[in-house]
T-cell receptor
């Protein structure tokens, strides 16, 4: 069975500081993709970053980086130099290489404090 | 560039009434299309997905149905809404064989 766990329901970070949002996953598939999405209060889901299970390098996209530890089955999102606009819900998701389903975690609410 | 639209943005319906939510994608052909529901403060639950016209896969048994009458149109329907159908409905698309999914702006449904 596929499962995504985000253990931090809410996080606070000071503006300009870095923050790590935790995500662990459980799968028996050998090939899969890991994703992070941002959901601001408007509701739209915004794709942030992707990591393939066979990628040796951690993915980076601007201020976002994914700390991928395959043996521990973790895919934490690191946001550097937090901005007020980063305040939102953040969802971790996994997609096995076979099949069409994304599996989402329950999300972490991030609040950036000025 | 590709865009995805959802209509309506918000909807308040009485229990037992019908439902039709529409999702359309522009700027791409033969996308895979998805319907998700997000209950308040929760993650996303996949409801339906479609890999082509007339091809619908259901992930969760419920009183909802989906149809794909055109390549870039995906419709979520119900004949009789339940209170538990309240939530935020998101449509998403991806290229066939692609990785990330791109989401629409969502429809907030309240069933009273």
């Amino acid at each position: 069975a596929q499962k995504i766990t985000q253990t931090q329901p809410g996080m606070f970070v000071q503006e300009k500081e870095a923050v790590t949002l935790d995500c662990t996953y459980d799968t028996s598939d050998q090939s899969y993709g890991l994703f992070w999405y941002k959901q601001p209060s408007s509701g739209e889901m915004i794709f942030l970053i992707y990591q393939g299970s066979y990628d040796e390098q951690n993915a980076t996209e601007g201020r976002y980086s994914l700390n991928f530890q395959k043996a521990r089955k973790s895919a934490n999102l690191v946001i550097s130099a937090s901005q007020l606009g980063d305040s939102a819900m953040y969802f971790c998701a996994m997609r096995p290489a076979t099949g069409n389903q994304f599996y989402f975690g329950t999300g972490t609410s991030l609040t950036v404090i000025p | 560039s590709q865009t995805i639209h959802q209509w309506p943005a918000t909807l308040v319906q009485p229990v037992g009434s019908p439902l039709s939510l529409e999702c359309t994608v522009e700027g791409t052909s033969n996308p895979n299309l998805y319907w998700y529901r997000q209950a308040a403060g929760r993650g996303l639950q996949l409801l339906f997905y479609s890999v082509g016209i007339g091809q619908i896969s259901s992930e969760v048994p419920q009183n909802l149905s989906a149809s794909r009458p055109q390549d870039r149109q995906f419709i979520l329907s119900s004949k009789k809404l339940l209170l538990s159908d309240s939530g935020f409905y998101l449509c998403a698309w991806e290229t066939s064989g692609g990785s990330e999914q791109f989401f629409g702006p969502g429809t907030r449904l309240t069933v009273l």
